[in-house]
Each structure stands twice: as structure tokens, then as C-alpha cells.
């Protein structure tokens, strides 16, 4: 299969590149370049052919010959969405819905879209699945709902997108974020051997590790199309729900000598716990492979293998805010976000 993965200079994307690449598919990128400054360690081989160009701005041309469109390539996580609402939604919902628009129009078969569960917002300590009623609390998660929204209306017999609903992504990348829990957590348990909370950790947070997210979207591409067509399945596993102060007392146990203490605040309203089911039941090859302690130990390895520094966990590339931040006071971007 000759598929187009969108943000291949992510977190994410540079594994899911890889990942895509070693199961026989041919893969291109396509990717803005916001987080290219950034790179960990070595390994990992990023796709060889990469498209620069903002999701806003791709053309028909951009698109000929694939087969499948992988899109990742929005502004992440949600502190990153309180930056600039206004843009937020110019790219992650209209540009995304655009992307799609033009995918149909050149026949690209297959579309698969990353979405996040924080769709599901605040809610009690009952699971959600997808048909449960959505509640998004920032402009990040309302995209997601309207990019799902939209792009489910353009499925036909011809054009077939899937939306995966992935949990809070953690793990080892060349292109790490470390402003997502269990990383950042880890982060701070290397530099500084403690860990502090501000807030009691109360939230709850589905965990997934970046290779079961790769490993979902590769089952999605490769399943039949009348199995996936126009669904929506939560990616991650039922067991890995846990409240942000669990986290936290795994990573303190994996990192030596790390101390952890709990505030009394709670400043962020996002906690739901999430089922997945759907994807285990409908995509039964799928089945995660890591779970948060063997997170926790693989980036102690890779702190431990390339000697962190705190320099480093704290670069702007690291941090997606941070470095947008650093791209608009530099000049380099506009407050439209393109390029100078």
C-alpha cells in the first residue's frame, strides 16, 4: 500500500513512519517542519521522502497515486489550543476537513484520522465508548469532534475514513513530547529525582504507548473495508485507566530514588476513564503491547542510554507551546502560523 502520513516530524508520526515502512508499506510524509529542531536519539529511520508543507496549503497534486492518507498532522494537545483558538480551528478542523475534501476528490480510497479521547472531556467514573455522548473542554478536543463530525459525511462507496480516538500517548520517540503525562512525569523523575504534584492527581487518563498506536492504525489499514468503514474505535486497553497520582507512583517506582508529593489543587476539569472493547472485538489481531510501567522503564533506559540532561528535557522542541511560542517570537512564523 503507497500511503501519505501526515506529521511524520512528530512524536508520533516519526514512529508511525517507521512503523508503516517495516510492515512492507510504502510510506511518504508530509509535514510543516514546527518540531523539526527537535531529536533525542538515533534508531530510528525517519521516512525517506518528506512533503514540507502546511495541511492548508496541500493540493491535489500533493496526492496523487496514494492509497491511503494518515493524518496526524494537527496543532497538539490541548495548553497548545489556549495559545490561539482563532488558528487552532483554521488548522485542525478546516484544514483537516480540507485535506479529507481533496483526498475524495483524487480517489484516495482510505482515511484515516487521528482522534484523541479527550473528546470525552469531564465525566463520572463510568467508562466511556463511542457511542457515548462527547464533551470536549478546549478548542483542541471541539476540533476533534467537528473534524469527526465533517469528514464521517463525506463516506461513500468510494471513500472510507476511520477515526481512531487514541488515549494520552506516552513513550520513547526521536521526537518526543514531554508535555504528556507519563513523559513529562519521567522527565521530571530523571532531572530531578522527585516528582510534585501540584494537584491531588485525582483525574482520570487512558494511557497508550506510541508503538500501539502505530500498531492500531496499521490493523485499520490492512483490515477489510466493510470492518472499519466510517467507524470510530477508542484506541488503548480498558486495564491502562489511571488517575494522574498512579501514574505518578509508577514512575517514582521505576526511577530511583525519585520522591513524589501529592498537592490539594486541581486545576485541570479533564478526567474520563475510557473502554476499548470496540477495537479489541471488531479488530481482534490488535492487542496492545505495553502498558505504563513498561513505559516508565523503556524511557529510564533511554534517559540512562543518551545521559539526559535537564537542558534537554527542558528544550522547546520537547514542549509543543513552548516551541511555537519561541517560532512567533523569532519571527519565523506569522500569527497565521505559515512561514515567513
Known amino acids: 500500500?503507497?500511503?501519505?502520513?501526515?506529521?511524520?516530524?512528530?512524536?508520533?508520526?516519526?514512529?508511525?513512519?517507521?512503523?508503516l515502512r517495516n510492515q512492507g508499506h510504502s510510506v511518504t510524509g508530509l509535514d510543516t517542519g514546527f518540531y523539526s529542531d527537535g531529536w533525542l536519539y538515533d534508531g530510528v529511520e525517519p521516512v525517506e521522502h518528506t512533503i514540507c508543507k502546511d495541511i492548508r496549503a496541500v493540493t491535489e497534486s500533493d496526492l496523487a497515486g496514494f492509497d491511503a492518507v494518515v493524518h496526524l498532522a494537527e496543532l497538539s494537545n490541548d495548553p497548545l489550543g489556549k495559545l490561539n483558538p482563532t488558528i487552532t480551528y483554521q488548522i485542525n478542523h478546516q484544514g483537516s476537513v480540507h485535506l479529507?475534501?481533496?483526498?475524495?476528490?483524487?480517489?484516495?480510497?482510505?482515511?484515516?484520522?487521528?482522534?484523541?479521547?479527550?473528546?470525552?472531556?469531564l465525566g463520572s467514573d463510568d467508562f466511556k465508548t463511542e457511542e457515548s455522548e462527547v464533551n470536549p473542554l478546549t478548542a483542541y478536543a471541539e476540533c476533534k469532534v467537528m473534524v469527526e463530525r465533517d469528514v464521517s459525511a463525506l463516506a461513500d462507496d468510494y471513500f472510507s475514513p476511520t477515526f481512531l480516538r487514541n488515549a494520552t500517548a506516552y513513550g520513547a520517540s526521536p521526537r518526543i513530547r514531554f508535555d504528556v503525562v507519563l513523559n513529562n512525569l519521567s522527565g521530571m523523575a530523571w532531572t530531578q529525582k522527585q516528582i510534585a504534584l501540584t494537584s491531588d492527581g485525582r483525574p482520570w487518563r487512558p494511557l497508550v504507548h506510541?508503538?500501539?498506536?502505530?500498531?492500531?492504525?496499521?490493523?485499520?489499514?490492512?483490515?477489510?473495508?466493510?470492518?472499519?468503514?466510517?467507524?470510530?474505535?477508542?484506541?488503548?486497553?480498558?486495564?491502562?485507566?489511571?488517575?494522574?497520582?498512579?501514574?505518578?507512583r509508577i514512575v517514582a517506582e521505576v526511577f530511583p530514588d525519585c520522591v513524589l508529593t501529592v498537592g490539594t489543587?486541581?486545576?485541570?476539569?479533564?478526567?474520563?476513564?475510557?473502554?476499548?472493547?470496540?477495537?479489541?472485538?471488531?479488530?481482534?489481531?490488535?492487542?496492545?503491547?505495553?502498558?505504563?510501567?513498561?513505559?516508565?522503564q523503556q524511557l529510564y533506559q533511554v534517559f540512562e542510554q543518551i545521559k539526559m540532561e535537564a537542558d534537554t528535557f527542558g528544550f522547546r522542541a520537547f514542549t509543543r507551546l513552548k516551541q511555537l511560542q519561541h517560532l512567533i517570537a523569532v519571527g519565523q512564523i506569522d500569527?497565521?502560523?505559515?512561514?515567513k
Open 335 to 339: 500569527d497565521q502560523f505559515y512561514w
Open 100 to 121: 479529507a475534501q481533496l483526498c475524495k476528490a483524487v480517489g484516495i480510497p482510505r482515511f484515516v484520522y487521528a482522534s484523541s479521547c479527550s473528546v470525552y472531556g
Open 1 to 19: 500500500m503507497n500511503i501519505l502520513v501526515t506529521g511524520t516530524h512528530g512524536f508520533i508520526g516519526v514512529m508511525m513512519g517507521a512503523y
Open 265 to 296: 489543587s486541581d486545576q485541570d476539569d479533564r478526567s474520563y476513564r475510557v473502554s476499548f472493547d470496540k477495537i479489541h472485538r471488531v479488530l481482534p489481531e490488535f492487542a496492545c503491547q505495553w502498558d505504563a510501567r513498561k513505559g516508565a
Open 210 to 248: 506510541v508503538l500501539d498506536i502505530c500498531q492500531a492504525f496499521s490493523r485499520v489499514l490492512e483490515a477489510p473495508r466493510a470492518v472499519v468503514h466510517n467507524q470510530v474505535f477508542n484506541v488503548g486497553d480498558t486495564r491502562e485507566n489511571y488517575r494522574v497520582v498512579e501514574i505518578a
